[in-house]
């Protein structure tokens, strides 16, 4: 088995070698070598053995090479760069970050918020100091439970202005939602509807309470109905304006397709690069703002090494389905 592991990863380094000697000579190989253990380095990757680092390498400067391709294109409307998904192939991604199976359709007899919405500015919540820092769901499909939190820590922080914004905890969802019937699967995925359904029943607690592990577990019921419920929950109309409208009193839950986010960096991403059906959505995030050239300011779940500091801008419009599953709460 070993000696398997060790031809295989020879053949590997060679193919890595060769591949690095022949290609195109504007591109320095020494340099791409370099980027990987730069890479390495930064987000504290270790691999099992000789033959897992080779495959890696190889996946890592496929990736590279997408990433300096896109970045060459004049007519980019974002940029990529290496983070720390660059050693995953397309598919490896979306099958470790992204959610798997989405159980249920959104409640359609959830009421439908109708707001004025000529009154509308641009708003950034951000330095509005209504939001925990930028938290990493690491390998789990939990991104729901953070948009979900992410919706009732702005409801929570916004009502009671704390100095220190108050987070909830993601942990609390994934065991807990599924385990009261509420359809919500864990690791797997959820729509945040029905973890905000859940909350509103049984609470939701802080996050030093129950501490996220990443992991489904068991529900601590001790923890249940002690914590923050929410009165109210609705779905924003499928408008820019409407959901302008809207952000103008708190964050917005929102569900997307994301399968193609892994290398952004900077800049706006583009319609052309994500599907606005309903049934692509495979990510779940808080929509916390928008500009006045109407393109809209995500927060993500990936972490601060991710994005711009952890944001995506979006550009204009329905871009990734952004619209199909906003859901708002009130206190
Ligand atoms: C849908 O939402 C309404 C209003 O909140 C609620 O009464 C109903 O039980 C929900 N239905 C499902 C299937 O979750
Ligand atoms: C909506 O807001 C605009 C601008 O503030 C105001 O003139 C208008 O009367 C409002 N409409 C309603 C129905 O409240
Ligand atoms: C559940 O939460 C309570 C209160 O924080 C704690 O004392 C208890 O140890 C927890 N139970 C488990 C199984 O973690």
């Not at 499909?141 to 922080?157: K, P």
């Not at 809207?246 to 952004?264: F, K, T």
């Not at 606005?276 to 300011?297: E, F, I």
Request: net charge negative; aromatic share 12%; charged share 15%.
């Amino acid at each position: 088995m070993k000696l398997t592991y060790f031809l295989v990863g020879l053949a590997l380094l060679g193919a890595a070698t060769v591949y690095l000697v022949t290609r195109d000579p504007n591109a320095d190989g020494h340099l791409d070598i370099y980027s990987f253990q730069k890479f390495k380095r930064s987000f504290n990757v270790q691999y099992k053995n000789e033959g897992e680092e080779s495959y890696r390498l190889s996946v890592f400067l496929e990736n590279l090479k997408m990433i300096e391709q896109h970045n060459a294109d004049a007519t980019r409307t974002y940029n990529q760069e290496v983070n720390q998904f660059s050693d995953l192939t397309n598919e490896e991604f979306g099958a470790r970050y992204l959610m798997k199976s989405l159980p249920s359709q959104l409640n359609k007899s959830l009421p439908v918020l109708n707001l004025n919405e000529t009154a509308s500015q641009p708003i950034d919540w951000v330095p509005k100091n209504v939001l925990p820092a930028v938290k990493n769901q690491q390998q789990c499909g939990s991104c729901w439970a953070f948009s979900t939190a992410g919706l009732l820590e702005s409801v929570y922080n916004i009502q009671n202005k704390p100095k220190t914004p108050i987070s909830f905890s993601e942990q609390q969802l994934v065991d807990c939602c599924g385990a009261e019937g509420f359809g919500c699967e864990g690791c797997n995925g959820a729509w945040p509807t029905d973890a905000v359904s859940y909350v509103q029943k049984f609470g939701i607690v802080q996050e030093n309470q129950y501490p996220y592990t990443a992991k489904d577990g068991n529900c601590n019921k001790t923890l249940e109905n002690v914590g923050f419920k929410p009165s109210k929950q609705f779905q924003v109309p499928a408008t820019d304006a409407a959901l302008q409208a809207a952000l103008q009193n708190s964050p917005i839950s929102i569900c997307v397709d994301a399968s193609r986010w892994s290398s952004y960096a900077s800049g706006v991403f583009p319609q052309s690069k994500c599907s606005s059906d309903p049934n692509a959505a495979d990510h779940a995030v808080l929509l916390v703002g928008y500009n006045a050239d109407g393109t809209w300011k995500v927060r993500n779940s990936w972490g601060t090494s991710w994005g711009q500091q952890g944001y995506i801008t979006l550009a204009a419009g329905n871009t990734c389905g952004l619209e199909n599953y906003a859901i708002y709460a009130t206190y």
